[in-house]
Protein backbone atom coordinates (compact mmCIF):
# COMPACT_ATOMS: atom_id res chain seq x y z
CA UNK A 1 0.00 0.00 0.00
CA UNK A 2 2.75 2.18 0.69
CA UNK A 3 4.07 1.72 -3.06
CA UNK A 4 1.13 2.75 -4.21
CA UNK A 5 1.39 6.16 -2.19
CA UNK A 6 4.65 6.82 -2.71
CA UNK A 7 3.91 6.38 -7.14
CA UNK A 8 1.06 8.52 -6.27
CA UNK A 9 2.94 11.43 -4.70
CA UNK A 10 5.85 11.10 -7.65
CA UNK A 11 3.06 11.54 -10.19
CA UNK A 12 2.15 14.82 -8.32
CA UNK A 13 5.59 16.06 -8.02
CA UNK A 14 6.47 15.26 -11.60
CA UNK A 15 2.58 17.34 -12.56
CA UNK A 16 3.99 20.18 -10.24
CA UNK A 17 7.34 20.30 -11.92
CA UNK A 18 6.23 20.49 -15.53
CA UNK A 19 3.89 23.05 -14.58
CA UNK A 20 6.99 25.50 -13.89
CA UNK A 21 7.48 27.28 -10.64
CA UNK A 22 5.42 29.58 -8.48
CA UNK A 23 5.85 32.74 -8.18
CA UNK A 24 8.30 33.63 -4.76
CA UNK A 25 5.61 35.25 -1.95
CA UNK A 26 5.90 38.93 -1.77
CA UNK A 27 5.13 42.31 -3.07
CA UNK A 28 5.38 43.20 -6.82
CA UNK A 29 6.17 46.58 -8.60
CA UNK A 30 4.87 47.61 -11.98
CA UNK A 31 7.50 47.51 -14.50
CA UNK A 32 7.79 51.44 -16.21
CA UNK A 33 7.38 50.05 -19.34
CA UNK A 34 5.29 46.97 -20.85
CA UNK A 35 6.87 44.36 -21.83
CA UNK A 36 7.41 43.34 -25.28
CA UNK A 37 4.64 41.35 -26.90
CA UNK A 38 5.17 37.72 -28.03
CA UNK A 39 6.08 37.50 -31.49
CA UNK A 40 2.84 37.79 -33.96
CA UNK A 41 1.39 35.37 -36.61
CA UNK A 42 1.93 36.71 -40.04
CA UNK A 43 -1.22 38.97 -41.49
CA UNK A 44 -3.39 36.98 -43.94
CA UNK A 45 -3.76 37.86 -47.71
CA UNK A 46 -4.66 41.12 -48.18
CA UNK A 47 -4.07 42.60 -44.93
CA UNK A 48 -1.29 44.95 -43.12
CA UNK A 49 -1.30 45.22 -39.54
CA UNK A 50 0.24 47.64 -37.40
CA UNK A 51 1.17 46.59 -34.27
CA UNK A 52 0.81 48.67 -31.14
CA UNK A 53 1.65 47.90 -26.90
CA UNK A 54 -0.73 49.31 -24.19
CA UNK A 55 -1.27 48.78 -20.99
CA UNK A 56 -3.13 45.75 -19.69
CA UNK A 57 -4.19 47.30 -16.27
CA UNK A 58 -7.48 49.50 -16.39
CA UNK A 59 -6.52 53.42 -15.64
CA UNK A 60 -9.25 53.25 -13.39
CA UNK A 61 -7.71 50.60 -11.15
CA UNK A 62 -4.58 53.26 -10.45
CA UNK A 63 -2.38 50.15 -9.81
CA UNK A 64 1.50 50.02 -8.78
CA UNK A 65 1.52 47.20 -7.17
CA UNK A 66 0.99 43.63 -6.10
CA UNK A 67 1.17 41.12 -3.70
CA UNK A 68 1.62 37.57 -3.53
CA UNK A 69 1.17 34.39 -1.27
CA UNK A 70 1.88 30.65 -2.01
CA UNK A 71 0.55 28.25 0.04
CA UNK A 72 3.21 25.86 1.73
CA UNK A 73 0.91 22.87 1.78
CA UNK A 74 0.00 22.95 -2.32
CA UNK A 75 0.45 24.34 -5.11
CA UNK A 76 -1.56 27.70 -5.44
CA UNK A 77 -0.59 31.06 -5.84
CA UNK A 78 -2.80 33.81 -4.74
CA UNK A 79 -2.25 37.78 -6.42
CA UNK A 80 -3.44 40.56 -5.59
CA UNK A 81 -3.34 44.11 -7.55
CA UNK A 82 -3.27 46.58 -4.84
CA UNK A 83 -6.27 48.89 -6.98
CA UNK A 84 -7.93 52.48 -5.85
CA UNK A 85 -10.50 52.13 -3.29
CA UNK A 86 -12.95 53.34 -5.92
CA UNK A 87 -12.47 50.45 -8.67
CA UNK A 88 -14.99 47.86 -9.02
CA UNK A 89 -14.07 44.89 -10.92
CA UNK A 90 -16.84 44.72 -13.59
CA UNK A 91 -15.93 41.97 -16.75
CA UNK A 92 -18.38 43.92 -19.18
CA UNK A 93 -16.77 47.11 -19.02
CA UNK A 94 -12.97 48.80 -19.10
CA UNK A 95 -12.64 47.44 -15.56
CA UNK A 96 -12.68 43.77 -16.63
CA UNK A 97 -9.17 43.12 -14.14
CA UNK A 98 -10.27 41.23 -11.38
CA UNK A 99 -8.83 42.44 -8.03
CA UNK A 100 -7.29 39.05 -7.00
CA UNK A 101 -6.82 35.95 -8.70
CA UNK A 102 -5.69 32.07 -8.20
CA UNK A 103 -3.56 30.31 -9.95
CA UNK A 104 -2.76 27.39 -11.37
CA UNK A 105 -6.02 25.45 -12.12
CA UNK A 106 -8.14 27.40 -9.62
CA UNK A 107 -11.97 27.29 -10.70
CA UNK A 108 -13.79 27.64 -7.54
CA UNK A 109 -14.60 31.45 -7.33
CA UNK A 110 -17.57 32.52 -4.47
CA UNK A 111 -17.92 34.80 -1.92
CA UNK A 112 -15.87 32.91 0.65
CA UNK A 113 -13.27 32.65 -2.10
CA UNK A 114 -13.28 35.80 -4.46
CA UNK A 115 -10.24 34.75 -6.78
CA UNK A 116 -10.63 35.16 -10.15
CA UNK A 117 -9.10 31.97 -12.54
CA UNK A 118 -6.87 33.06 -15.30
CA UNK A 119 -7.61 32.11 -18.79
CA UNK A 120 -9.18 28.78 -18.59
CA UNK A 121 -10.66 28.78 -22.26
CA UNK A 122 -10.30 31.24 -24.79
CA UNK A 123 -13.28 33.92 -23.28
CA UNK A 124 -10.99 37.90 -24.55
CA UNK A 125 -12.60 38.75 -21.17
CA UNK A 126 -9.73 36.46 -19.27
CA UNK A 127 -6.79 37.78 -18.10
CA UNK A 128 -3.88 35.75 -18.98
CA UNK A 129 -0.81 35.25 -16.56
CA UNK A 130 2.60 34.12 -17.38
CA UNK A 131 5.17 34.12 -14.37
CA UNK A 132 8.63 32.98 -13.64
CA UNK A 133 9.63 33.05 -10.20
CA UNK A 134 10.21 36.76 -9.60
CA UNK A 135 8.03 38.13 -12.28
CA UNK A 136 4.86 37.82 -13.73
CA UNK A 137 3.32 39.32 -16.88
CA UNK A 138 -0.18 40.63 -17.55
CA UNK A 139 -2.40 40.29 -20.82
CA UNK A 140 -5.20 40.52 -22.59
CA UNK A 141 -6.47 38.66 -25.86
CA UNK A 142 -5.09 41.01 -29.06
CA UNK A 143 -7.36 43.23 -30.13
CA UNK A 144 -8.12 43.76 -33.74
CA UNK A 145 -9.18 46.75 -35.18
CA UNK A 146 -9.90 47.89 -39.24
CA UNK A 147 -8.70 51.61 -39.51
CA UNK A 148 -8.53 51.93 -42.96
CA UNK A 149 -9.34 50.58 -46.83
CA UNK A 150 -6.77 50.92 -49.45
CA UNK A 151 -7.54 50.65 -53.51
CA UNK A 152 -4.04 49.16 -55.25
CA UNK A 153 -4.07 50.02 -58.89
CA UNK A 154 -3.57 47.13 -61.30
CA UNK A 155 0.43 47.47 -63.16
CA UNK A 156 -0.39 45.78 -65.95
CA UNK A 157 -3.14 44.52 -68.62
CA UNK A 158 -3.82 41.05 -68.05
CA UNK A 159 -2.74 37.78 -69.82
CA UNK A 160 -5.51 35.57 -71.63
CA UNK A 161 -5.05 32.76 -69.12
CA UNK A 162 -5.74 35.30 -66.13
CA UNK A 163 -8.60 36.65 -67.86
CA UNK A 164 -10.07 33.17 -68.21
CA UNK A 165 -9.22 32.49 -64.25
CA UNK A 166 -10.52 35.69 -63.23
CA UNK A 167 -13.77 35.49 -65.01
CA UNK A 168 -14.17 31.54 -64.53
CA UNK A 169 -12.91 30.59 -60.83
CA UNK A 170 -12.72 34.36 -59.61
CA UNK A 171 -8.54 34.49 -58.98
CA UNK A 172 -7.38 37.43 -60.33
CA UNK A 173 -3.79 38.67 -60.36
CA UNK A 174 -3.83 41.66 -58.45
CA UNK A 175 -0.76 43.12 -60.47
CA UNK A 176 -3.68 42.52 -63.56
CA UNK A 177 -6.54 43.59 -62.11
CA UNK A 178 -5.57 45.39 -58.68
CA UNK A 179 -6.61 44.49 -54.89
CA UNK A 180 -7.73 45.58 -51.68
CA UNK A 181 -5.71 46.00 -49.19
CA UNK A 182 -7.20 46.16 -45.67
CA UNK A 183 -5.08 48.32 -42.59
CA UNK A 184 -5.68 46.81 -38.91
CA UNK A 185 -4.05 47.80 -35.76
CA UNK A 186 -3.39 44.66 -33.56
CA UNK A 187 -2.87 46.07 -30.05
CA UNK A 188 -0.93 43.82 -28.26
CA UNK A 189 -1.96 44.58 -24.02
CA UNK A 190 0.66 43.52 -21.52
CA UNK A 191 1.64 44.75 -18.28
CA UNK A 192 5.25 43.38 -16.20
CA UNK A 193 5.51 42.73 -12.69
CA UNK A 194 8.95 42.67 -10.98
CA UNK A 195 9.77 41.79 -7.51
CA UNK A 196 10.26 44.50 -5.08
CA UNK A 197 9.88 42.91 -1.93
CA UNK A 198 9.85 39.23 -0.78
CA UNK A 199 7.86 38.56 1.86
CA UNK A 200 6.21 35.18 3.48
CA UNK A 201 2.62 35.51 2.80
CA UNK A 202 0.60 32.15 2.91
CA UNK A 203 -2.36 32.80 2.09
CA UNK A 204 -4.88 35.65 1.11
CA UNK A 205 -7.19 37.12 3.36
CA UNK A 206 -10.53 37.99 1.95
CA UNK A 207 -13.01 40.47 4.26
CA UNK A 208 -15.94 39.88 3.41
CA UNK A 209 -17.28 42.08 5.93
CA UNK A 210 -15.96 45.22 7.68
CA UNK A 211 -12.96 43.14 10.15
CA UNK A 212 -11.64 44.48 13.09
CA UNK A 213 -7.37 44.45 12.93
CA UNK A 214 -5.81 44.56 16.26
CA UNK A 215 -2.23 45.93 16.65
CA UNK A 216 -1.14 42.25 17.98
CA UNK A 217 -2.33 38.93 19.46
CA UNK A 218 -2.47 40.12 23.23
CA UNK A 219 -4.41 43.67 22.85
CA UNK A 220 -8.18 43.16 22.91
CA UNK A 221 -8.39 46.81 21.40
CA UNK A 222 -9.19 46.83 17.70
CA UNK A 223 -6.77 49.51 16.22
CA UNK A 224 -8.12 49.98 12.72
CA UNK A 225 -10.50 47.86 9.92
CA UNK A 226 -10.01 45.97 6.96
CA UNK A 227 -13.06 46.67 4.62
CA UNK A 228 -15.31 44.77 3.50
CA UNK A 229 -14.04 43.43 -0.46
CA UNK A 230 -10.59 44.55 0.75
CA UNK A 231 -7.36 41.52 1.18
CA UNK A 232 -4.28 41.31 3.25
CA UNK A 233 -1.50 39.31 3.12
CA UNK A 234 -1.35 36.34 5.47
CA UNK A 235 1.94 35.90 7.29
CA UNK A 236 0.57 32.83 10.04
CA UNK A 237 -2.50 31.84 11.35
CA UNK A 238 -3.46 30.21 14.14
CA UNK A 239 -6.91 28.74 16.13
CA UNK A 240 -7.09 32.37 17.80
CA UNK A 241 -5.62 34.64 15.50
CA UNK A 242 -4.47 35.51 11.81
CA UNK A 243 -1.06 37.63 11.18
CA UNK A 244 -1.71 39.61 8.57
CA UNK A 245 -0.20 42.39 6.57
CA UNK A 246 -1.98 45.08 4.48
CA UNK A 247 -0.23 46.61 0.89
CA UNK A 248 -1.40 50.31 0.70
CA UNK A 249 -1.55 51.55 -3.07
CA UNK A 250 2.67 53.20 -3.32
CA UNK A 251 3.74 50.12 -1.55
CA UNK A 252 4.36 50.82 2.25
CA UNK A 253 2.98 48.10 4.35
CA UNK A 254 0.97 47.75 7.64
CA UNK A 255 0.98 44.58 9.91
CA UNK A 256 -1.67 43.34 12.20
CA UNK A 257 -3.71 40.73 13.87
CA UNK A 258 -7.58 38.99 13.28
CA UNK A 259 -9.18 37.61 15.90
CA UNK A 260 -10.75 34.43 14.34
CA UNK A 261 -13.85 34.93 17.12
CA UNK A 262 -14.54 38.24 14.98
CA UNK A 263 -15.03 36.26 11.61
CA UNK A 264 -17.94 33.90 13.06
CA UNK A 265 -21.42 34.43 11.30
CA UNK A 266 -24.31 32.26 11.04
CA UNK A 267 -22.49 29.38 13.15
CA UNK A 268 -24.44 26.77 15.16
CA UNK A 269 -22.76 25.46 18.70
CA UNK A 270 -23.98 22.05 19.56
CA UNK A 271 -22.68 20.97 22.92
CA UNK A 272 -21.25 17.16 22.61
CA UNK A 273 -21.71 14.38 25.05
CA UNK A 274 -18.18 13.76 25.55
CA UNK A 275 -16.21 15.15 28.36
CA UNK A 276 -13.39 14.63 30.91
CA UNK A 277 -13.30 15.25 34.88
CA UNK A 278 -11.97 18.61 33.53
CA UNK A 279 -13.06 19.46 30.25
CA UNK A 280 -16.44 20.07 28.09
CA UNK A 281 -16.23 20.32 24.16
CA UNK A 282 -18.66 22.18 21.66
CA UNK A 283 -19.17 21.59 18.25
CA UNK A 284 -19.14 24.61 16.24
CA UNK A 285 -21.24 24.22 12.23
CA UNK A 286 -21.85 25.89 10.13
CA UNK A 287 -25.11 24.62 8.05
CA UNK A 288 -24.77 23.32 4.64
CA UNK A 289 -26.87 21.70 1.70
CA UNK A 290 -29.37 18.35 2.62
CA UNK A 291 -29.06 18.86 6.40
CA UNK A 292 -25.44 18.47 6.46
CA UNK A 293 -23.28 21.03 8.29
CA UNK A 294 -19.65 21.81 7.81
CA UNK A 295 -17.11 21.49 10.58
CA UNK A 296 -16.22 24.87 11.48
CA UNK A 297 -13.97 24.07 15.02
CA UNK A 298 -14.10 22.47 18.12
CA UNK A 299 -14.30 24.43 21.60
CA UNK A 300 -13.00 23.13 24.19
CA UNK A 301 -14.01 24.87 27.86
CA UNK A 302 -12.88 24.23 31.39
CA UNK A 303 -15.79 22.17 33.24
CA UNK A 304 -16.20 24.54 35.86
CA UNK A 305 -15.84 27.79 34.75
CA UNK A 306 -17.05 27.63 31.42
CA UNK A 307 -14.04 29.76 30.27
CA UNK A 308 -12.26 28.68 26.78
CA UNK A 309 -8.95 26.43 27.29
CA UNK A 310 -8.46 25.70 23.40
CA UNK A 311 -10.35 25.89 20.02
CA UNK A 312 -9.51 23.44 17.17
CA UNK A 313 -9.77 25.21 13.54
CA UNK A 314 -9.28 24.70 10.01
CA UNK A 315 -9.79 21.00 10.49
CA UNK A 316 -10.09 19.09 6.61
CA UNK A 317 -13.35 16.68 6.84
CA UNK A 318 -16.26 16.30 4.79
CA UNK A 319 -19.82 17.52 5.45
CA UNK A 320 -21.24 15.70 8.49
CA UNK A 321 -24.67 15.14 10.38
CA UNK A 322 -24.13 17.72 13.35
CA UNK A 323 -25.40 16.14 16.37
CA UNK A 324 -24.29 15.65 20.06
CA UNK A 325 -21.78 12.74 19.55
CA UNK A 326 -19.49 14.06 16.88
CA UNK A 327 -16.77 14.31 19.43
CA UNK A 328 -15.38 11.11 20.52
CA UNK A 329 -12.52 10.43 23.13
CA UNK A 330 -10.45 7.59 23.14
CA UNK A 331 -6.46 6.87 23.96
CA UNK A 332 -5.05 6.47 20.32
CA UNK A 333 -1.32 6.21 21.44
CA UNK A 334 -1.94 4.40 25.06
CA UNK A 335 -0.83 7.10 27.44
CA UNK A 336 -3.49 7.33 29.76
CA UNK A 337 -4.57 10.59 28.55
CA UNK A 338 -7.99 11.13 26.43
CA UNK A 339 -7.34 11.88 22.63
CA UNK A 340 -10.31 13.26 20.80
CA UNK A 341 -11.64 12.28 17.24
CA UNK A 342 -13.84 13.47 14.70
CA UNK A 343 -14.97 12.77 11.04
CA UNK A 344 -12.44 13.06 8.20
CA UNK A 345 -13.42 12.13 4.80
CA UNK A 346 -15.40 8.90 4.22
CA UNK A 347 -13.20 8.07 1.13
CA UNK A 348 -16.19 7.93 -1.72
CA UNK A 349 -17.90 4.57 -2.26
CA UNK A 350 -15.04 2.72 -0.72
CA UNK A 351 -15.14 2.18 2.96
CA UNK A 352 -11.60 4.03 3.22
CA UNK A 353 -13.36 6.78 5.25
CA UNK A 354 -10.72 8.73 7.89
CA UNK A 355 -11.19 10.63 11.19
CA UNK A 356 -9.35 13.27 12.13
CA UNK A 357 -7.14 12.69 15.77
CA UNK A 358 -5.85 15.22 18.09
CA UNK A 359 -4.24 13.71 21.11
CA UNK A 360 -3.26 15.29 24.08
CA UNK A 361 -0.40 16.38 25.10
CA UNK A 362 -0.18 16.63 29.25
CA UNK A 363 3.09 18.40 29.34
CA UNK A 364 0.98 21.61 27.38
CA UNK A 365 -2.59 20.56 28.12
CA UNK A 366 -3.60 20.75 25.03
CA UNK A 367 -4.71 18.27 22.32
CA UNK A 368 -2.25 18.22 18.94
CA UNK A 369 -3.22 17.41 15.44
CA UNK A 370 -1.81 14.13 14.43
CA UNK A 371 -1.41 13.76 10.97
CA UNK A 372 -0.19 10.14 10.27
CA UNK A 373 -3.27 8.69 12.16
CA UNK A 374 -5.43 11.12 10.70
CA UNK A 375 -4.52 10.15 7.03
CA UNK A 376 -5.20 6.39 7.85
CA UNK A 377 -8.31 4.87 6.44
CA UNK A 378 -10.20 2.53 8.23
CA UNK A 379 -8.41 2.95 11.64
CA UNK A 380 -9.22 0.78 14.56
CA UNK A 381 -7.82 0.98 17.82
CA UNK A 382 -7.20 -2.18 20.00
CA UNK A 383 -6.69 -1.13 23.60
CA UNK A 384 -5.93 -4.87 24.75
CA UNK A 385 -3.57 -5.32 22.40
CA UNK A 386 -2.02 -1.95 22.14
CA UNK A 387 -2.11 -2.48 17.87
CA UNK A 388 -3.45 0.31 15.71
CA UNK A 389 -4.74 -1.21 12.32
CA UNK A 390 -5.53 0.42 8.86
CA UNK A 391 -7.68 -1.29 6.05
CA UNK A 392 -8.34 -0.57 2.92
CA UNK A 393 -9.92 -1.41 0.06
CA UNK A 394 -8.82 -0.71 -3.58
CA UNK A 395 -11.88 -1.74 -6.04
CA UNK A 396 -13.36 -5.35 -5.95
CA UNK A 397 -10.17 -7.37 -5.60
CA UNK A 398 -7.54 -5.45 -3.70
CA UNK A 399 -7.94 -5.64 0.16
CA UNK A 400 -5.23 -4.42 2.75
CA UNK A 401 -4.00 -3.47 6.01
CA UNK A 402 -2.01 -2.02 8.11
CA UNK A 403 -0.54 -2.24 11.86
CA UNK A 404 0.83 -0.03 13.99
CA UNK A 405 2.16 0.23 17.97
CA UNK A 406 3.65 3.08 19.48
CA UNK A 407 7.45 2.19 20.61
CA UNK A 408 9.27 4.62 22.94
CA UNK A 409 6.12 7.29 22.07
CA UNK A 410 6.76 7.18 18.38
CA UNK A 411 4.46 5.46 15.53
CA UNK A 412 5.82 2.44 14.19
CA UNK A 413 4.97 0.06 11.68
CA UNK A 414 5.03 -3.33 12.49
CA UNK A 415 3.29 -5.67 10.23
CA UNK A 416 1.27 -5.59 6.97
CA UNK A 417 -0.91 -7.35 4.54
CA UNK A 418 -2.41 -7.01 1.01
CA UNK A 419 -3.99 -9.01 -0.94
CA UNK A 420 -5.31 -8.46 -4.71
CA UNK A 421 -6.11 -10.65 -8.17
CA UNK A 422 -2.77 -11.21 -10.44
CA UNK A 423 -3.27 -9.29 -13.90
CA UNK A 424 -4.29 -12.70 -15.31
CA UNK A 425 -7.41 -13.05 -13.08
CA UNK A 426 -6.77 -16.88 -12.23
CA UNK A 427 -4.33 -15.94 -9.05
CA UNK A 428 -4.69 -14.54 -5.55
CA UNK A 429 -0.83 -12.43 -4.80
CA UNK A 430 -0.61 -12.12 -1.20
CA UNK A 431 2.28 -9.79 0.32
CA UNK A 432 2.91 -9.89 3.80
CA UNK A 433 5.17 -7.22 6.11
CA UNK A 434 6.97 -7.95 9.05
CA UNK A 435 8.73 -5.70 11.27
CA UNK A 436 12.67 -7.30 11.74
CA UNK A 437 15.59 -5.40 13.39
CA UNK A 438 14.25 -2.34 12.74
CA UNK A 439 13.38 -2.52 9.03
CA UNK A 440 9.77 -3.99 7.21
CA UNK A 441 10.56 -7.26 5.62
CA UNK A 442 7.82 -8.22 2.94
CA UNK A 443 7.06 -11.57 1.26
CA UNK A 444 5.05 -12.33 -1.11
CA UNK A 445 2.99 -15.72 -1.76
CA UNK A 446 0.63 -16.40 -5.00
CA UNK A 447 -1.83 -19.34 -5.25
CA UNK A 448 -4.92 -20.53 -7.52
CA UNK A 449 -8.14 -18.69 -7.13
CA UNK A 450 -10.13 -20.21 -4.88
CA UNK A 451 -13.93 -20.89 -7.06
CA UNK A 452 -15.76 -19.02 -4.47
CA UNK A 453 -13.09 -16.30 -3.84
CA UNK A 454 -15.27 -13.96 -5.67
Known amino acids: ?220 TASGTLAAGRYAGVLSRGAEWIGIEEVAAGGATTPGWIRRDDLAGGELRIPQQATTAHLRFVLVVAPADDDQALLQAIDILDATTGQRRQILRDIDAEPLSAGPDVVQLLDANFDGWPDLSVPGYSGGAGPNATRNLFLFDPAAQAFMFEPTLSSLPQLDIDPATRTLTSASRGGCCAHATETYRYVDGKLQQVASWEESLSPDGEHLQTTEGTLRNGTMKYRTRTRKLPADWR
Not at 100 to 119: G, I
Not at 145 to 170: F, H, N, W, Y
Request: aromatic fraction near 10%; include cysteine; charged fraction near 20%.
Open 1 to 220: MRIRYAALLLALMIARAEAGPLLEPGIYQLSPEAPEAETAAAPAAGEIHHEALASAVPDAAKVRYAFVSRDPGKALNKLVFVTDAAYRYDINSTSRLCTAYAFPDWNERSDAQPFCRTHIGSADTEAALAWTERGFTLRWADQKTLIRTEQVAATRKPSPDEIGACAVGGVCEPAAYGSVLQHYQVTHYRDGFSLQAPRPYIDVFAATVDTPVYRSAEDG
